[in-house]
């Protein structure tokens, strides 16, 4: 009886669509581990764990944006710059003598608001994603640099202490609270993106948005939304970076945006829209910051990281390509061109 | 070819812990530097290997953040806590965001030393160039250098790495504190991020705007600056770096550029490491802050 | 007459550089079939488009339920009871059936998707339907045939009271047919309209009431189907009376050009054995995923083989990819336009010039555009295909001048044989006898023409040698006298054993 | 009689396709030139000229080997990290006493071994192009640090010189060298691109791939050829910047790949494939010089430059837009997401 049970939740468990990459790849995170433990003895030591996850942390929460984005087949560039704004801007607010909780507010409604641009310049505008976002990054870079008139802010002092703890040195229940929020982010996220009308509305987009478009659904909205999360996503790692630095720093947040898309497409996401699912990211962050964390403990030469890093990232999603297809060379839909996968399937 | 640097490296740590006594444990030391990438903290990592090699017993590990970034060197200052590190040696990025994060390794007991530049938390010893008043020996000597050639007035450009970077920005400081009250115009600073050939690109739009002298402050700048006069045929317009390289040598001996100022990395490293060690050890450490400092390379005194 | 339940009256839509739709009046009433017939790019889609919110119109008035709508949206129309099976498959290839069925109107219980409650609908409309497949598959993962009748399901799905079709038998096999006009039959019982778009004229005597016909986006007659026959619906779309609509030309059957001998590949090619002769057109038939696609592009190297040997002129050759088959003088004019036919941000000067360029360019690679351009001037006219000039994007051509454009390209070059895949799907009566024309001409000039086609009438009535196909194996061959439609039909549904029983199911 | 000539040509030039857009970008071009000339003098000197010329060469060349890659549909992301890797490993090489021409021989053989490799990994094992290339990008970026052991090399010395003039600092006919190279590559790339077969396969991968296969294209070897041209062109800007520098630097080309993602989409070239002409290019590399340098003389606040950038390119892209569809609203054909785009036109 109960092993019948077992048997029907494995099978459930599979029936989710993309969960078979998502295990593949969690054997590959669990090699590192396994790697990386026999490299260097303090790996496993509850402390790193615990660094190790709070250092996940951001990587997800900013995964988890651009993986809602990407679903729908466009891309955020601005992630990175949208982190950097949020730094700066609730660092400059709490140094002006703003109340953490509303210089909080206050930037994470701005981050939306670049989401909610980003969305309207792809949706309505008809710009290429990758363009728009890319114009939104440098302009958010640039008044992450102009809002405390190119200077990184000063120190934010004792009267936001409760705010750095929140989000970065406190800890519940045993758990840093970088972790807890990255666990809701992904306990919300994953929920709207799995279980409501929303969610399935962005698989759709990215899958045919004329036929979206078709079936009533307003895609204009959908897109303005996922940039909505990609830009909350980002606000609150800026926050989380400020919390860290206790002040704010312009370049913060370089690059994320490719940390973003790595974790994402390592998880199984697609950067061709329609495909993905959000616990796939979080194992493709996780994989992200074991890279990060386990290279340094192994005490790999500075030089050698970049290369071992990027030959992870291209096996894992080659080792994904051949499972997915049976052999590299076979595979009928192939997926190499941006421009005719999608809906080439069909008529 | 890196004439002032201290000799060739030492043989890896491996080797070494082999000829130290087993007996006593080994001292853990780590290296928290801005970046991985810049010759300057290749030196100070050759410095504190020095230094190693003739302490012996010592556990070293440079870890390098691969940008310069606070987020992630408080993510090196909280992995070498996991690792156990005895002493940080460290070069903080800026004075406030390490701060707590050093707070939390010295409440476990870890030393910590500065190299290159100190944050604001107390630590055991600090050993840094004063970079702002270093700045002003630099803008010393291109006031004298436009004065001897006769140049009472003129634009003078200067070219920085970016406006987060405090070492630079304090040299920048100290660069425009000896023009005070003086007849030159200052232009507003340009910002290459140290990319040698960004910087060139500035350096030459300056000389389009005919600057009598241009600031470099740091080593990708200098090497930009010095570039830009070398191509423009303007060897008269005074070009003062800093840092050290084979790169800026040769302008320097070419006459395109007329000093740097070199700092001395390899000591900072390499006095660290000690007073690391010795702090670890609980011995006393004869002075806590010391000025490393800086040397004017000219074209005579450079080999 | 004031029962209409959809009228639209002078409506009109243009394009830039065309006008697809001038002045055009068009009702239907409750529990009617009215047809909408056309030539290609008269502007039937364009028509439906506007009564279903797609397009809007620039002039003209909608009546719905005899109460005028202005600013129709895809989803005001559906709410209006509005429901449209596009001409092009509109599916999210990604999400299973039930998905998409249920696609903009899913239901939620607290904010949480019920998929169990839509998946059961789901199988309920399946049903209707005859379709035997679980709602929980991914819609890209069916054959094309099923994901139209999926797409059937989902317009069915919303009850709507006016529900368009836009030719949705073209991809359909006989049995999905017969179960869809005894749906098109219920819903019309029970007073549903439907407006039927189909080049298929032959399956108008079987459901239609009445019939609209459309030329070069303007309102040419309407009438009652029984008042008329089809020579006068030919001749009224036409503009002129089409004499044959399968003009046969009679050739002695020469030497053996080509011979496949058995060929494998996947499952669906299975030691497929045939000869291609001088004077014939040859003919696949067979049922819809029979493999007729997969042994046409295992033969053109577009898919790999396994065995194998082909002959042409009776030396073996070696066709590795397309090039290789195009080398030797073989070439496949494929049946998916959009996917596999053309380059649609190309103009249709490059498209006819892509298989072309060897012919067109030096020994250094350099294009002749005047050859080029002579090239496209002569395809264009042979085939008549309706442009404004051969500089436009073939994004811009109707579908079946689209069908034409793929066609055309491979009639630009000297082949000794040609595979046609499906040439007149979708494609109106005039063009399709220019196909035929077609076809025939390369049989007069001694070319080997081997020609699939799921439309029994056509196959029969231009191929000189009818090969069927079933599972992937060539279970009959016959000559054109001895070919009945009930025979072709015992061929084409030789399953082995154990697949006849699954399909039994 | 003359006059209807002229119309000719005039007609002629605007019958290529794309030939509105780039219209339309140099218009932009021009009143940027006549902005920054009233707001600082010297923008016009003779001196400025040549010198805004070079620094827009760099740009150019690369958004020649990007437009190469985006108008098959896929993307470059590791040519500024080649671009590094170019310039460490001829520096190093030639610091290292070999011969200055084998150096250079022998560095963009190893440049155009990175765009074999790109082809491959996206053409042969299917990997998603923009995963594909992050990784090279981290790989080539790891090489460009261990060819001299993690160091800057040292000055490449006298023995170097008349590279150092080729590449750099040298003129032909009072223009600059680097100026003519890459008038040079353009002349040849442009070429292939609009005059060959190879070129209109190129056209014809971007637009349908799996049509092309049908139409006997050999498309791996198409894309493999449009990431050889990439590699080969950041290659050259590896050689032009430490030939310029007189050193190799580890983070030499560091954003390139954007910079000649922007310079190709500001001139037209889609991001979705099958659309763009390479002159296009020339006019968004000009561009984008154009406001690196114009805004150095104008005064503008560092901290305002960014920001000015990334809405220019914004502007440019979506004024393109609005030219080419009437109004940003009513466009039919929406490109606005990766996935749809290519068979989304319907009949
Ligand atoms: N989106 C569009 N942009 C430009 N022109 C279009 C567009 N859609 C249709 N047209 C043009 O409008 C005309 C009518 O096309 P429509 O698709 O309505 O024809 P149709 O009668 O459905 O033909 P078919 O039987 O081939 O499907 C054609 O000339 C076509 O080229
Ligand atoms: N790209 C593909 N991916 C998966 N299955 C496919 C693909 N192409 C074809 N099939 C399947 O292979 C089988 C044979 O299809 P094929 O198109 O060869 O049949 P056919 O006889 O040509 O029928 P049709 O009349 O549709 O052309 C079908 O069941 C189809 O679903
Ligand atoms: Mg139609
Ligand atoms: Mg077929």
Redesign the interface.
Known sequence: MENREKQNVWKKVM?I?GMGQVITVTIGLIALWIVFGLL?P?FY?A??VG?LL??VA?ILIIGIGQSYVLI????DLSIGSVVGMSCMISATLMTKGMNPWAAMLLTILICIGVGVLNGL????????????T??????????A??VN????T??IGEAAQGY?NLFY?GSTFGVYNTIWIAVILFLVFDFLLS???T???I???????????????DTDLI?IKVYVVSGFCAGIVGLI?SA????G????G??YE?YA??AS?IGGV??????GILIGTVVGAAIWGTL??GL??A?A???????????I??IS??LD?IIR?GK??K?K??????????????? | SQPTNAPASAPDAKAESAAAPASDKKVKVILITMDSLDQHWVSVDKGAKKAVEELGNVDYKWMAPDKKDDAQQIERVNNAIADQADAIMIAANGPDAISKTLEDAKSKGIKIIYVDSPAKTEGVATFATDNEQAGKIAGQQMLDALTAAGKKDGKIGIVNVNSATASTVAREKGFRSAFEGKGYTLLQTQYGEGDATKSQDIADNYITEGVVGIFGCNEGSTVGAGNAIKGSGKKDIVGIGFDKSDSIFSLIKDGSLLCTMAQNPDVMGYEGMKAAVKAVKGESIDKTQVDTGVSILKKDNIK | MGDYIAELTHISKSFPGVKALDDVSFNVKAGEVMALLGENGAGKSTLVKVLSGVYTKDEGEIKLFGNPVEDLTPKKAQELGVAIIHQELNMCAHLSVAENIFLGREETHSGVLSNREMNQKAKVILNRLNMEIDPATIVGDLAISKQQMVEIAKALSTNAKILIMDEPTSALTSNEIEDLFKIIKKLKAEGCAIIYISHRLEELQYIVDRVTIMRDGKFITSMNFSDTDMAEIISNMVGHEIKEKFPRVPCSRGKKIFEVKNLNAGKMVRDVNFSLYEGEIVGIAGLMGAGRTETTRAIFGVDPKESGEIFLDGKQIDIKKPMDAIRAGIVLAPEDRKKDGLCVKLSVTENISLPNLDLLSNGIGVIDRKKEKAMTEKAVNDLQIKLPNADVDAATLSGGNQQKLVVAKWLARNSRVVIFDEPTRGIDVAAKVEIYNLMNELKMQGIGVLFVSSEMPEIMGISDRILVMCDGKITGELEIEEATQDIILQYATKFDSKFAQKEAV
């Open positions: 029936a669509r260097s303090s030591s402390r790193n660094n709070r250092q951001p729908t087949g466009n891309i310049l792809v949706a309505q505008c008809k710009l290429p994603p990758f363009i728009a890319l114009g939104t990054m440098t302009v958010a870079r640039g008044v640099q102009i008139n190119n200077y990184n000063d120190a750095r040195y279980k409501t009308r969610g399935r509305h698989y759709a987009v990215g899958s045919n948005i004329e036929a979206s478009k078709l079936s009533g659904i897109t970076t860290t630095a206790g002040m720093t312009m370049d913060a370089n690059m490719m898309v790595a497409v697609s950067t061709l829209g329609g495909q990060q964390n340094q403990f005490g030469p500075v030089a050698m990281r970049n290369i071992v890093i990027g030959i990232v291209i999603v080659l390509v297809t590299p060379r595979s839909k192939s997926n190499h061109s941006n421009s005719v996968s999608g809906t080439s399937q069909g008529s």
